[in-house]
């Protein structure tokens, strides 16, 4: 399954499997292998974790796989949204389709026709303080035999009940499929999906912000020239883009150099556009290595660390450090806005500066927006403690990487959406037509935002426009 197909899969698109004559005699391989073994092997015929030196005999093993899921789901509330957890559980069958998995067909069979039917297993999104996903993933995977909770229609119910609708019997796992359903890091990875899109779709309406900035003020041109990017042709194709969007725009006479914040936004996102490459090269990496421990390769059982996701984790913390630059930038270009020494407007963007207050309250709003993003900046991928009596002594939290970065994207576009709103004021203000590719995105603004003519409760237009950012 390509990166295209996790997202498209999160977003609702239907799973459709294809042959798993591979996977069959895969599974086959394994079992024998199993069967000749002479050592213990992870998981199957021990415990975990510090409990990993205990044998088990055969009928703790008959009960072993399902216990797994069962004992470890410690979590609760908040739960994942729904597009998340289908991203994890397609994440999931992915792995469970590689040969180092050694799943059986019928379990990944399983998990695609509960993608297909709308299960929805309710999955922690905090304190998961586990080394892997252990956690989450037994929330996730319970609810296959039958215990837990799922959410249908975002009502917590039980799984047992989810089950029977849909005319189902809890799925008996055989060797090694439980400790596969709770091995490796499905959770970190469907955050690289999803944040990384989300954060890219972020990107583009902060290049359109700051075309519409340059625009506004007349801001001279010369500094966007691409060849001033030397070799960078992330840094030349965002110069291009900006450029372009502003082509035939007036400019003005009286203005030599703009605010640094003016100038400096097309190197700010192009490093975001960077960070999000490099995100998505490492999430790819991940996805394509194995992540069972033990995995099944060349025919033994070899222990691995497929589960510590740092290289995801470390590159969502990188994104939200470079989108918080962005933000930055993007909160002081509207305070520039407001400053008629500057612009040459209004002071403040207002139609009658004193008796009314103009866009300063946005700015306001803006710099709020900020400051909760100033505070998700610590990287949340450090930070190892000790668990499971010294076993576990090291932890990734790349999902809680991606839960920060979740958060930043959220104000983010609360300030694109302050700036916005302020970008139009100016616009109406100016009088002028502006750029000739920009004047289709004034008019998309104006529809949900109106001139403001006189004061009034602005929170509303943000909201709005928000709501245009996420339904496309």
């Known amino acids: 399954m390509k990166a295209l197909d996790i997202l498209a899969i ?31 092997v992870y998981g199957v015929n021990t415990g975990m974790g510090r409990l990993a030196g205990v044998a088990l005999d055969a009928e703790q093993q008959a009960a072993h796989q399902r216990n797994l899921l069962i ?10 949204p729904a597009p998340d957890v ?8 992915h792995g469970l389709l590689a040969p180092t998995t050694a799943a059986s067909p019928e379990l990944a069979t399983f998990l695609a026709d509960r993608l297909n039917d709308g299960f ?51 799925f008996p796992l055989g060797p090694k499929e439980g400790a596969s359903l709770i091995q490796g890091s499905p959770l970190a990875l469907a955050h690289a999906f999803m944040r990384g899109a989300e954060a890219a779709e972020a990107v583009e309406l902060q290049i359109l912000a700051a075309a519409m900035a340059i625009d506004v ?24 883009d900006i450029r372009s969007r502003t082509t035939n725009s007036a400019t003005r ?35 394509a290595a194995p992540t069972d421990s033990p995995s099944f390769l060349n025919g033994r059982f070899t222990s691995t660390a497929g589960y510590h996701a740092v290289t995801v984790g470390l590159r969502l913390d990188a994104v939200t450090a470079a989108l918080t630059h962005v933000a930055e930038i993007s909160v002081q270009r509207l305070h520039r806005l407001m400053d008629s020494q500057f612009t040459g407007l209004n002071a403040q963007l207002a139609m ?13 709003r803006a710099a709020g927006e900020l400051h909760e993003i100033r505070r998700l900046t ?30 930043v994207i959220d104000h983010l576009l609360s300030i694109t959406a302050c700036e916005l709103t302020g970008l139009a004021q100016a616009h109406h203000l100016r009088g002028l037509p502006g750029a000739p590719r920009l004047r289709e995105a004034y008019a998309w603004i104006a529809e949900t935002v109106p001139p403001v003519l006189v004061d009034r409760p602005l929170g509303e237009d943000v909201r709005r426009l928000r709501a245009k950012f996420t339904s496309g």
């Open 378 to 407: 610590t990287p949340a991928t450090l930070g190892s403690l000790d668990t499971s009596a010294g076993q576990e002594d090291v932890q990734a939290h790349a999902w809680a990487a991606g839960e920060q970065l979740r958060r």
């Open 10 to 40: 999160a977003r609702g698109a239907r799973v459709e499997l294809g042959p798993l004559d591979d996977v069959a005699a895969n599974r086959r391989a394994m079992l024998a292998a199993l069967d000749a073994a002479d050592k213990p």
């Open 352 to 364: 009658d500066p004193g008796p009314q207050a103009g866009l300063s309250p946005i700015h306001k």
């Open 217 to 240: 003020l007349g801001a001279p041109r010369t500094i966007y020239d691409p060849a001033l990017a030397g070799p960078d042709t992330v840094l030349a194709k965002v110069l291009k």
């Open 71 to 80: 004992g470890r789901a410690v979590g609760g509330p908040p739960w994942l």
């Open 86 to 93: 289908r991203a994890l559980l397609a994440v999931k069958l």
């Open 253 to 287: 006479s009286d203005l030599v150099q703009a605010p640094v914040s003016f100038r400096v936004a097309p190197q700010a996102i192009a490093h975001a556009l960077r960070t999000l490459d490099d995100l998505a090269a490492a999430r790819d990496l991940l996805l």
């Open 120 to 170: 929805v297993p309710a999955v922690p999104r905090e304190a998961l303080g586990s080394a892997g996903e252990i956690i989450p993933l037994s929330h996730a995977f319970q609810t296959f035999v039958g215990v837990g909770t799922v959410l249908d229609k975002g009502v917590e119910t039980p799984a047992a009940d989810a089950l029977k609708r849909r005319r189902l019997k809890p």
